[in-house]
Structures are given as C-alpha cells and as structure tokens.
C-alpha cells in the first residue's frame, strides 16, 4: 500500500505572491516525512512561485485541472505538457466544481486522464453523488459510472498509477463532511468496482475522502483502513489547520 496521501486543493485562492508567503509559513511548522505524501495544487497561475518556493522539499506540485490536448488552438486552457514543465506531479481531474460550473463529462473527464498518463503525470481522479442522488439510494450506480467511463480504455498498470478522491458533492465546501461510516461505506465500493474491473489489488491504489476535512474531524476519518488521505479544500488555504490535519494522518 502506498502511504497516506494529503492534497491541498487551494481552488482560486491566492495569488502567487500569497502562495509564496503561505509556503515560508508552512515549511515552518511542517517538516515533510516518508509516512505522509503531501501535495499542493495552488491555482496555475501560483504554479511556479509554488514550485520554486517548495525548493527541494518533497512536498509535491499539483495542478487542479488541465486540457485533454497537448498543444494547439485552444484557448485559455493548459496542457499537461505544461504542468509537467513546470515541475507538476499530480493532477486532480473531474473535481465537481468542474462538472458543476463547467459541464465537464465523464467522457472529457476520460480523455484527460488518458493524455495526463499520457505525459507522465499522476491523476487523481474525482467521484461524488449529488445529495439528491444519495437520498434516491443511487450513490452506488453514480460512483460505479463515474468510475467505469472516467477511465475507459484505462490499463491496469495506469490504474495503479491513479489516485481516486472520493467528494460527495454535498460534503464540499459545505462544512458537512461525510461521517466515517458513510465515507468508508463507499471507499469499499470503490476498491471493488477497481478490483473487478482491472483484477488489480485496491491496496495497490490510493482512495481519498473530500469534503469539509478539517482539524477536528481528520483523526476520526484517518481511523477508517479504507480511507488513505484526505483531498482539502478550505481547511488547506491556513498553513497550521493543513499542517494538523497532515498530523492526524501521520499518527494514524
Ligand atoms: C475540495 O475542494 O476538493 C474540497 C473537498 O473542499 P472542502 O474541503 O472545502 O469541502
């Protein structure tokens, strides 16, 4: 199993000269170690002042989204090819503020897995049921979904590679996060949709809970052996409530 893995997702906060203050504040209270992988995905345009001001810490550089395409006449979008010039390592794909605000489908969720693969950089792909769904029981059939069209034509040794982040869209931002029984319930889900499906071990992927991680509950769901890390959002942007929620999974 690898080991535990916390993700701070920054969304659109902070600008890069933030980024880089948040940084120096953060590298003063936490020391990185082998038993917690750590990454931060701060918005693309505080990618670099990130990068540069992790130095040779092995805190990892995330980006929280990125175009299916290499290069070319697209717009205001960012390849991979980019993010791993500059230093990235981790892609979160599929976040639901992206299906939500964006229309992102599983079919375009699909084809930037493939081209984030592609360019050798680590996907972390994104699943959660809508609360209206988890009322109608469909929470399995949605995650189910999400996952078999998220990585169609996905090998199993690109499987292995993948980070899935489990976010029931009610949870994010919401201050209402998903109880352990609840999260844990679908973290087994998933780990056997993945083993049915690729015939790999779950204990060779990593499953993350997100929505409304926080100080205070991050011990009680790190307890949960389904659950290998956490993806942040809000309680990532202050450097000591990232760095205590990074200790609760170091004690776990
Ligand atoms: C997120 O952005 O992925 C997230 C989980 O946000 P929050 O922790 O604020 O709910």
């Known amino acids: 199993m690898p080991s535990s893995l916390i993700a701070g997702n920054w969304k659109m906060f902070k600008t890069a000269s933030e980024a880089r203050l948040f940084i120096q504040d953060f590298l003063k209270i936490y020391t990185p170690t082998d038993s917690v992988e750590v990454l931060i995905a701060p918005p693309f345009t505080a990618l670099q002042a990130v990068h540069d001001a992790l130095g040779s810490t092995t805190i990892a550089l995330a980006a929280q989204n990125v175009c299916g395409e290499k290069e070319g006449a697209f717009t205001g979008e960012i390849s991979p090819l980019m993010l791993k010039d500059?230093?990235?390592?981790?892609?979160?794909?599929?976040?639901?503020?992206?299906?939500?605000?964006?229309?992102?489908?599983?079919?375009?969720?699909?084809?930037?897995?493939?081209?984030?693969?592609?360019?050798?950089?680590?996907?972390?792909?994104c699943v959660g049921e809508s609360l209206e769904e988890r009322q109608?029981?469909?929470?399995?059939?949605?995650?189910?979904?999400q996952i078999q069209e998220g990585l169609h034509n996905i090998a199993a040794d690109q499987v292995r590679q993948l980070t899935i982040a489990y976010e029931p869209v009610w949870a994010i931002g919401t201050g209402l996060a998903a109880t352990v029984e609840q999260a844990t319930e679908v973290?087994?889900?998933?780990?056997?949709?993945?083993?049915?499906?690729?015939?790999?071990?779950?204990?060779?992927?990593?499953?993350?809970?997100?929505?409304?991680v926080n100080a205070e509950n991050a011990t009680s769901l790190f307890q949960s052996s389904a659950i290998n890390g956490?993806?942040?959002?809000?309680?990532?942007?202050?450097?000591d409530t990232f760095a205590k929620i990074i200790f609760s999974a170091k004690k776990t």
């Open 86 to 125: 500059l230093g990235c390592k981790y892609v979160i794909v599929g976040h639901s503020e992206r299906r939500q605000h964006y229309g992102e489908t599983n079919s375009l969720i699909n084809q930037k897995i493939h081209s984030v693969l592609a360019h050798d950089l680590l996907p972390i792909l």
């Open 230 to 239: 956490a993806l942040v959002g809000k309680a990532c942007l202050n450097p």
């Open 136 to 145: 109608a029981g469909h929470t399995p059939r949605v995650i189910e979904k």
């Open 187 to 212: 973290h087994i889900q998933i780990g056997q949709v993945i083993e049915e499906k690729w015939k790999i071990d779950r204990q060779d992927i990593r499953i993350l809970y997100g929505g409304s």
